[in-house]
């Protein structure tokens, strides 16, 4: 019985479905058509209806609020001024799609978050294809999930950090792709809290004034094949837990206060196969546990990482450090994390043996990294023969950094990415 009611509850469904494709419709919009605004083509739609917006420049005076599950679709690069208002696009339904448009002069507040797109506890959606320009938060998703966010270009003008938004950005957000896209001159090109189960791949995001990604209490993510490049402060990765960050590009963020990838209070983390090529700091860690880092890249950076501090369980396998001004600074007495297997271009030992691994141990931390850390201006004296010395001296006898912080298996050659 019970088995019937469920395979009259599924026909049901069918039809309703079919019923609705069978009837959908398309509404054009355009100065010569039936229908010369988004916002009339919107009333006159019914769930599952696709507006067709031909190119044009629609001035719509105020938000567009889409409520509807329509397929809005621009055709011929439509325009859509915001005039310097307020929020342009404006969703609260599920099942939509948004592609195809420009979308540009979105208002600026410092008490609002004005969008180019703002979504609102929806579900199951799409917004591609789009170029959104002169933007104070760019696609602004909050409270929904199983949604794709992909090959749209964001854009703006950041001055201040106050008066500025976020490229894509997602709060309360589950199940969510993030992809293709490309983002400058924003606040923080991507922007993830309380975020889970995610994934960000493929986007280029770079000359912003803060982060190029930051996420915050953001758990079970995968962050994947990105570039970041000439962003404020690098990336920031905060208060999270198991996440997956590989094969990205952390190039050329340089400054007093910046880095390639700033890891705070992450717990459970894999780094892999990602390049930090030419920060001031490669990665910068503080209270970050139990993270494997493996097959990362770290060349030309100032410090290619830098411990600040009670950071326990990582494991450094198959990294290359090559040719940084410092290799790892590390502040405590006390090391629980292991390096092993790693490429050092610093290591002046041998390998007798030919196996590949070299015979004499490496230790990475040299006394002047500590130095440095406790006196920053001494940063100076870099190349002199006085470090040299000192360096020297800690090495054969270590009395400033941890005993038992070396590398037993040193490589003599770097690891590919074939490898």
């Known amino acids: 019985m019970m088995l019937n009611k469920m395979r009259s509850f599924s026909f049901f469904i069918f039809l309703s479905f079919f019923f609705n494709t069978i009837h959908a419709k398309q509404i054009e919009v355009c100065s010569t058509?039936?229908?010369?605004?988004?916002?009339?083509?919107?009333?006159?739609?019914?769930n599952g209806d696709e507006i067709i917006i031909?190119?044009?420049?629609?001035?719509?005076?105020?938000?567009?609020?889409?409520?509807?599950?329509?397929?809005?679709?621009?055709?011929?690069?439509?325009?859509?001024?915001?005039?310097?208002?307020?929020?342009?696009?404006?969703?609260?339904?599920?099942?939509?799609?948004?592609?195809?448009?420009?979308?540009?002069?979105?208002?600026?507040?410092?008490?609002?978050?004005?969008?180019?797109?703002?979504?609102?506890?929806?579900?199951?959606?799409?917004?591609?294809?789009?170029?959104?320009?002169?933007?104070?938060?760019?696609i602004?998703?909050?409270?929904?999930?199983?949604?794709?966010?992909?090959n749209n270009k964001v854009s703006s003008h950041a001055i201040d950090q106050a008066g500025s938004g976020n490229g894509v950005h997602l709060w309360h957000c589950s199940n969510m792709q993030v992809s293709n896209n490309i983002l400058h001159g924003l606040r923080d090109g991507i922007y993830?809290?309380?975020?889970?189960?995610?994934?960000?791949?493929?986007?280029?995001?770079?000359?912003?004034?803060?982060?190029?990604?930051?996420?915050?209490?953001?758990?079970?993510n995968e962050y994947f094949d990105?570039?970041?490049?000439?962003?404020?402060?690098?990336?920031?990765?905060?208060?999270s837990k198991f996440i997956k960050?590989?094969?990205?590009?952390?190039?050329?963020?340089?400054?007093?206060?910046?880095?390639?990838?700033?890891?705070?209070?992450?717990?459970?983390?894999?780094?892999?196969?990602n390049l930090f090529e030419q920060n001031t700091i490669g990665i910068n860690v503080e209270g970050s546990n139990r993270i494997n880092y493996k097959k990362n890249t770290f060349l030309r950076n100032g410090w290619a990482v830098k411990i600040v501090g009670a950071?326990?369980?990582?494991?450094?396998?198959?990294?290359?450090?090559?040719?940084?001004?410092?290799?790892?600074?590390?502040?405590?007495?006390?090391?629980?994390?292991?390096?092993?297997?790693?490429?050092?271009?610093?290591?002046?030992g041998y390998d007798l043996d030919k196996n590949g691994i070299g015979d004499v141990p490496y230790r990475p931390v040299k006394l002047f990294s500590y130095i440095v850390h406790k006196t920053p201006e001494t940063i100076i004296l870099l190349r002199s023969l006085f470090v040299d010395i000192i360096n020297f001296s800690e090495k054969v006898s270590p009395v400033f950094t941890p005993d038992n912080l070396v590398d037993n298996n040193p490589l003599m050659k770097k690891i590919n990415d074939t490898d």
């Open 245 to 273: 960050m590989y094969n990205n590009k952390f190039l050329d963020n340089w400054g007093s206060a910046s880095y390639g990838l700033l890891l705070k209070e992450i717990y459970d983390a894999d780094i892999e196969g």
């Open 140 to 150: 602004l998703i909050e409270k929904s999930k199983h949604g794709i966010v992909d």
């Open 33 to 46: 058509c039936e229908v010369k605004t988004i916002k009339e083509a919107i009333l006159l739609a019914d």
């Open 311 to 348: 950071c326990y369980e990582n494991d450094f396998a198959q990294n290359n450090f090559m040719h940084n001004a410092l290799d790892l600074s590390y502040n405590s007495k006390i090391n629980s994390n292991k390096f092993d297997n790693n490429y050092w271009t610093d290591y002046s």
């Open 54 to 138: 031909k190119s044009g420049v629609y001035k719509e005076h105020g938000v567009i609020l889409i409520n509807k599950s329509v397929k809005i679709i621009g055709i011929g690069n439509p325009i859509i001024d915001g005039e310097n208002k307020e929020t342009i696009l404006k969703v609260k339904a599920d099942n939509f799609s948004i592609e195809g448009l420009t979308i540009i002069n979105v208002g600026q507040s410092y008490t609002k978050d004005f969008a180019a797109i703002l979504v609102s506890k929806s579900s199951h959606f799409t917004i591609k294809n789009n170029i959104l320009k002169d933007v104070f938060f760019g």
């Open 192 to 220: 993830f809290e309380f975020v889970k189960k995610s994934k960000i791949f493929n986007n280029k995001s770079y000359e912003n004034l803060r982060y190029g990604l930051h996420f915050m209490f953001s758990n079970e």
């Open 226 to 239: 990105n570039v970041f490049t000439k962003n404020g402060a690098g990336v920031a990765v905060m208060f």
